[in-house]
């Protein structure tokens, strides 16, 4: 069965440390890929998405993610996080995007950023 | 743009009654919307996509009579959790896809309380 995983389910930084978030997919097919985010109390945002072209995606508040096809990876990175940016953050894969573009969720990862 | 509403935000109802949650797309027409259910500390699990017009298609394990979902408008769906019982306890989010579907936007979610 398709799946996707997120190794780190929790993580720590300080202030203006750099961020990696581990996202991988198994699926032979054409994917889309996406990453959320959910700020405690609100619903999910879109980070951003790749579809094509490319692989490496940058989005909103400087967050910026690269598709790996080889490795079936959509790794997010960001270079100096904020406290702000303490969230949960989830990795979404949609299947063959020519047809329902049901999402797979990966199981999230809560970052949280010291002051 | 993209913004979707869902209400209640949350409800407390006895066992045996039913709940009705609305999904609404405020800025878009919605051809595909999308129902899942979110545990504690744990991934958004896809219950069914509705499209508007046509019977919602279910994922495997989710009872269609328990969880029924109606798609009347192209900016409104509904789901109602009949005869709800304590297990029936969650948080349940709805998202939205405009005809393009290729991105999906959610709601804000709501936290079923069934006592």
């Known amino acids: 069965a398709q799946s996707v995983s997120q190794h780190n389910h929790h993580v720590i930084l300080s202030e203006a440390a750099s961020l990696e978030l581990g996202c991988n997919y198994s699926y032979g097919g054409t994917v889309n890929l996406f990453w959320y985010v959910q700020y405690p109390g609100q619903h999910l945002q879109l980070l951003l998405k790749y579809f094509s072209g490319d692989p490496l995606v940058k989005g909103i508040k400087g967050f910026e993610a690269e598709f790996i096809k080889s490795k079936f990876s959509f790794n997010l990175r960001k270079p100096s996080v904020q406290w702000s940016d303490t969230a949960e953050y989830f990795c979404a894969v949609s299947l063959d995007p020519s047809g329902t573009y049901k999402y797979i969720f990966g199981t999230g990862t809560r970052l949280k950023v010291l002051a | 743009g993209a913004v979707v509403s869902q209400h209640p935000s949350r409800v407390i109802c006895k066992s045996g009654t039913s709940v009705k949650i609305e999904c609404r797309s405020l800025d878009f027409q919605a051809t595909t919307m999308f129902w899942y259910r979110q545990f504690p500390k744990q991934s958004l699990m896809l219950m069914a996509t509705s499209n508007e017009g046509s019977k919602a298609t279910y994922e495997q394990g989710v009872e269609k009579d328990k969880f029924l979902i109606n798609h009347a408008s192209l900016t409104l769906s509904t789901l109602t959790v009949t005869s709800a019982h304590p297990e029936d306890s969650s948080f349940y989010i709805c998202?939205?896809?405009?005809?393009?579907?290729?991105?999906?936007?959610f709601g804000p979610g709501t936290r079923l309380l069934v006592l």
């Open positions: 998202s939205a896809t405009p005809p393009s579907k290729e991105t999906q936007y």
